[in-house]
């Protein structure tokens, strides 16, 4: 199949649309080999090459991403980019391929962005403190299965940045509350649940990200299907927080 | 006080506000459809109603919503352009191409449906609360000299700009319901799998029952079945 493809190339501050034919694309291929091919013709050229992150390319590690046609991951739902088969797309089809837009996202170049700023909010409270050591018994700390089951599917979270990038808001606030909700339904995550609300809810802010006015549209780009239960969650552990409450689990008024 | 401020400061907490506040506002259009709902039993009855709204004994009350409606209205206005703002920063440069798969039309013109309502609020008490706007020509009282306000919403109404004015209005006011209803359960937290489905329905319950509800009064007058 043969594409026509519009590609955001950025170097520096400002950026533009590049138009470029894919000829020949088998559609087995997936989306970034497809971007692979172009490059390989681009070097040939002496050309540079489009700039886009990937690592796994397993659907797995979260560093890839792109928005194809005005959804973050392209067409399919439930999937990465690097998981997206060129069998979606149509012959002679037009594609428009851009970087996720977020000031808490800054563009190094072309597709790639910074998204260490999801980092640095996974470092202000989205953990545990355990002695290490040997590790635990698994069935040391009996965890309900349903309570299991609702924190394997926040766990699930890959930290890809699709929410950011498809809130009309900019809010990061699925990929917050995901970790809000994986730690909080286990009894590991007990101790520093209330701080890690306000913790991560603020820095999330201070990262430059928006908040969240319910649009719903993160659950439906999102690889892995977290659903924006997980903030009712969050906002409710920081309203309460920001009461007070529990003030052994790290609690306290703002 | 210190506390609330600071609470303010994180968007969560405005955006509590604003659910808070929205749900006193939702609260107070519900009750004042169903008082007005009672134009369709006669003039005597809805005058009276305005009466006894208006009397010496209810007036605590009365002052008591104003003031509450008036702060709440405040609060609401003033997070929801916080907010705003905010978001506007959060995404500096715009996509060239942006589809949608959930974020629903009423969600997305929230920022637009809200100033129109308020400017027709506005015009709304002016033109029925204080009478300083009278379309139909004079605010028509009782010989009792109390504002007959049974005349004044028949005759108003009367005027065809007026209801179309009022019925794109109370539409749009049926649009922010239908997405402000749902979102604040998600924004208090008030989520759980066993109501959840529940939540999206009474949301476009009452949406839909606050628009046919006052919708009905203007078209009614327009078909000539009050007057
Ligand atoms: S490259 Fe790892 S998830 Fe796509």
Partial sequence: MNLTLNIWRQKGKIGKFVKYQAKDVSEHMSFLEMLDVLNQELILKGEEPVHFDHDCREGICGTCGMVINGLPHGPLKGTTVCQLHMRHFKDGQEIWIEPWRSRGFPILKDLMTDKSALDRIIQSGGFITVRTGQAAKAEAIPVPKSDAELSMDAAECIGCGACVASCPNGSAMLFVAAKITHLGFLPQGQPERMQRAINMITKAEEEGFGFCSNYAECEAVCPKNISISTIARANRDFIRASFGYGAGKGGKAL | ?227
């Avoid at chain 2, 994180?10 to 709902?37: Q, S």
């Avoid at chain 2, 009855?45 to 010496?56: F, G, V």
């Avoid at chain 2, 319950?205 to 009614?220: H, N, R, S, T």
């Fill in chain 2, 1 to 227: 006080m210190s506390w609330f401020v600071s609470y303010y400061r994180t968007t969560v907490g405005k955006k509590v506000v604003m659910a808070v506040t929205g749900i006193l506002l939702f609260l107070f259009v519900l009750g004042h459809m169903a008082g007005n709902l009672q134009i369709f039993m006669g003039k005597d009855q809805l005058n009276a109603y305005a009466a006894a709204l208006h009397s010496q004994s209810f007036a605590p009350i009365l002052w008591t919503v104003r003031v509450v409606m008036g702060l709440s209205l405040i609060l609401h206005v003033v997070a929801s352009i916080q907010l705003t703002v905010h978001s506007w920063n959060s995404r500096p440069q715009k996509y060239a191409k942006i589809r949608y798969r959930e974020a629903d039309i009423a969600a997305r013109t929230m920022i637009l449906s809200g100033p129109i309502i308020a400017f027709f609020l506005i015009y709304h008490i002016l033109q029925l609360t204080t009478g300083n706007i009278q379309p139909s020509g004079e605010f028509a009282l009782q010989a009792s000299g109390a504002p007959d306000a049974y005349t004044n919403v028949v005759a108003g109404f009367q005027v065809w700009w007026v209801s179309l004015g009022y019925i794109v209005a109370v539409i749009l006011l049926g649009f922010h319901f239908y997405h402000g209803l749902w979102s604040w359960t998600q924004t208090l937290g008030w989520d759980h799998p066993k109501w959840n489905g529940l939540r999206r329905g009474l949301a476009t319950f009452f949406c839909v029952a606050i628009v046919i509800g006052d919708i009905a009064i203007p078209l009614a007058v327009l078909a000539g079945w009050i007057k």
